[in-house]
């Protein structure tokens, strides 16, 4: 069985694969489906702020519940809402893309959002409805116990670090926050908007994953 796992792996490196993500079996995987669930259930009935009014459906995340990586954008937009599903427009899309370039499979890590609920036209969420629903997202944390969080854009970073900014700036950035690491990078939609990023988001996005798997 050694043998062949070995051969495997050398196939696997002369095709060019220099990562191989290998998920460590967890016998509470179940038990931890069961708590994201309730906290579904929860987001579903939560009226903590105004966005539950105009919402279709409250959007959790999905992914791996064991994931070393967790991408966390700012709020679910048209589609997600319809869906309730994060990520899965144009922007989601883009990040797939990404995460499949640098060798991976989306499902392989754990996606969501700050706000859980779709703000009207798809505005920036305030400061008020990120903290409202902050607590949810620390139960994610809880329960998935991620060793990285890429921050996708400025307004995730401002609801962790509490202040304002700049993401042209501060792209890039690794910082530790309460045992673990944040990345922080351009949001897919900024890219959408400018094209000439998607290179350093993909950079980034392959040093989040790396970090991850070596942390």
């Keep these: 069985m050694k043998d062949q796992v070995k051969k495997h792996l050398k196939i696997l490196q002369e095709l060019g694969y220099e990562h191989i993500f290998v998920e460590k079996y967890s016998e509470d995987k179940e038990e931890k489906e069961k708590k994201l669930k309730e906290i579904d259930?929860?987001?579903?009935?939560?009226?903590?702020?105004?966005?539950?009014?105009?919402?279709?459906?409250?959007?959790?995340?999905?992914?791996?519940?064991?994931?070393?990586?967790?991408?966390?954008g700012e709020a679910p937009g048209g589609d997600e809402d319809k869906l309730g599903r994060p990520f899965v427009g144009r922007a989601g899309k883009l990040l797939t893309k990404l995460i499949e370039a640098a060798g991976h499979k989306r499902e392989e890590f754990y996606i969501t959002n700050i706000c859980k609920c779709r703000p009207p036209n798809n505005r920036t969420p305030t400061p008020w409805e990120m903290e409202a629903c902050f607590p949810y997202l620390?139960?994610?944390?809880?329960?998935?116990?991620?060793?990285?969080?890429?921050?996708?854009?400025?307004?995730?970073?401002?609801?962790?670090?509490?202040?304002?900014?700049?993401?042209?700036?501060?792209?890039?950035?690794?910082?530790?926050?309460?045992?673990?690491?944040?990345?922080?990078?351009?949001?897919?939609?900024?890219?959408?908007?400018?094209?000439?990023?998607?290179?350093?988001?993909?950079?980034?996005?392959?040093?989040a994953i790396e970090l991850a798997i070596e942390k």
């Design 41 to 72: 259930r929860q987001i579903q009935q939560c009226k903590k702020c105004d966005l539950y009014k105009n919402r279709k459906q409250a959007v959790l995340g999905e992914g791996n519940p064991n994931s070393p990586l967790m991408f966390i």
């Design 138 to 207: 620390e139960q994610q944390l809880q329960i998935i116990k991620p060793k990285v969080l890429c921050l996708l854009g400025a307004t995730a970073a401002r609801a962790f670090l509490k202040r304002n900014v700049a993401i042209t700036k501060e792209r890039g950035s690794i910082i530790n926050w309460n045992d673990k690491l944040l990345y922080l990078t351009y949001h897919p939609a900024y890219v959408l908007r400018n094209p000439n990023a998607e290179i350093t988001l993909f950079e980034d996005i392959k040093k």
